[in-house]
């Protein structure tokens, strides 16, 4: 939790200086393709996070990779992150980042998930009647999961609406197991 809001006023910080700049989606972009670049390469994860590598090392090394290719805003964001000693947390910054991305577009975020992937025309008449009813705009996400055997699981904020074929089961099995 309290990384939770420590991420948070990063990235509020860094996204105000964005958006002072009119740059916001090109510094979440930016900041998007540092923390994935970083993650991806073991060796590169372990120099980015290890407490024992100096600072200095670790912001030379930035600079000579991320100089003139990432926005200033987003190189500066990490070299502070370094600085402050916040490496670990870099992930969760970019993620409450692209959160306030997302609201600054006036959409939230609606994740669904189905046995098999829905085709479009199955897909919009669902996410409209979620956007009428909530009076908000969605930005879908789409997640296929076999377990599910079928049926459509959707997830809008922190409530979830289960109307697989494997949610009905469960519920049955805890019905019928309360009642014993």
């Known amino acids: ?6 991420a948070r006023r990063y990235a509020l910080a860094i996204f105000s200086l964005a958006g002072e700049r009119d740059a916001t989606e090109r510094v979440g972009s930016d900041l998007r393709a540092m923390s994935e670049s970083l993650g991806a390469d073991e060796s ?4 980015f996070e290890s407490p024992v590598v100096a600072r200095e090392d670790k912001e030379r090394a930035f600079l000579a990779t991320f100089k003139g290719r990432v926005d200033p805003i987003a190189l500066h964001a990490l070299l502070l992150i370094v600085r402050k000693r916040r ?6 910054i970019v993620a409450e980042y692209a ?3 997302q609201r600054a577009r006036g959409t939230e975020p609606l994740l669904v998930t189905s046995a098999e992937a ?5 897909l919009r008449p669902l996410v409209g009647r979620l956007e009428r009813l909530y009076g908000k705009r969605f930005e879908v996400t789409q997640e296929v999961n076999p377990a ?3 049926g459509v699981r959707v997830t809008v904020g922190d409530k979830r609406f289960d109307g697989t074929v494997a949610g009905r089961l469960a519920e049955l099995s805890r019905t019928l197991f309360a009642s014993n």
């Open 118 to 122: 829905l085709r479009a025309e199955d």
């Open 99 to 101: 959160k306030l991305e």
């Open 1 to 6: 939790m309290a990384n939770e809001k420590l």
């Open 148 to 150: 599910l055997i079928g």
């Open 44 to 47: 590169a994860k372990r120099f």
């Open 87 to 92: 490496e670990r947390m870099l992930g969760e």
